[in-house]
């Protein structure tokens, strides 16, 4: 077994501010398993699996806050437009046959919750490199991800055979992409919801 140790630099400083991740390559199915056992509930680490590379990310601050605030505004916008919306959080999705797990930063369930995947899953991409996670999701066929990099909200919807960016999400289509973005630069989580909030009655005032 191999190991590779990569703390990539985000563009603030100090160790508060970067995502921390341990590489290891040649891990068995059974190993992954085992070390998903040790950890236990904790949320503290994302542990991805790739036929045979296993990635564990600690993620800094910064990427906690961002997923943080991203899932806070979904789950008020669900609240607003009466759509009923189920959190999971980081929860495990594995498949052995597809040797792919993944955890995300959020996931959920739009409508009836199933018990092998969820329809939407979040991830925030603050340092660069890893495991290309959209390949473990679509083995995994997971309906939807959504990805936050640098400022910037993008839909990835899958098809027969992979992933397709698209403007709108299919899951939640009256979401506003734009809206979010805008409501992310508030100075603090609850300004952020309450800034979304607030448009969203304005809209329906306004209709």
């Known amino acids: ?93 594995k498949q052995m046959e597809k040797k792919r797990g993944v955890e995300p930063d959020e996931c959920y369930f739009v409508g009836p919750v199933r018990t092998d995947r969820p329809d939407l899953a979040i991830e925030v991409v603050w340092t660069s490199g890893g495991i290309d996670k959209l390949d473990v999701y679509r083995a995994l066929r997971v309906p939807e991800v959504w990805i936050w990099e640098q400022g910037a909200l993008t839909f990835h919807l899958l098809g027969e055979n992979d992933y397709a960016q698209a403007p709108r999400s299919a899951l939640l289509p009256a979401l506003d992409p734009a809206l979010i973005v805008q409501c992310m630069s508030a100075p603090s989580q609850t300004a952020a919801v309450k800034q979304l909030r607030a448009e969203l009655r304005a809209l329906r005032a306004g209709g």
Do not use: F, N
């Open 1 to 93: 077994m191999l190991i590779h140790v990569e703390s990539a630099p985000s563009t603030s400083s100090g160790p508060v501010h970067i995502d921390q991740r341990v590489t290891l390559h040649g891990v068995t199915w059974a190993q992954y398993e085992a070390l998903l056992a040790m950890r236990g509930e904790s949320s503290a680490l994302r542990v991805t699996y790739l036929d045979g590379e296993l990635e564990i990310m600690a993620p800094s601050t910064d990427h906690e806050c961002l997923k943080t605030c991203i899932a806070r505004l979904l789950e008020a916008w669900a609240e607003e437009m009466d759509i009923p919306l189920e959190g999971y959080g980081s929860w495990t999705v």
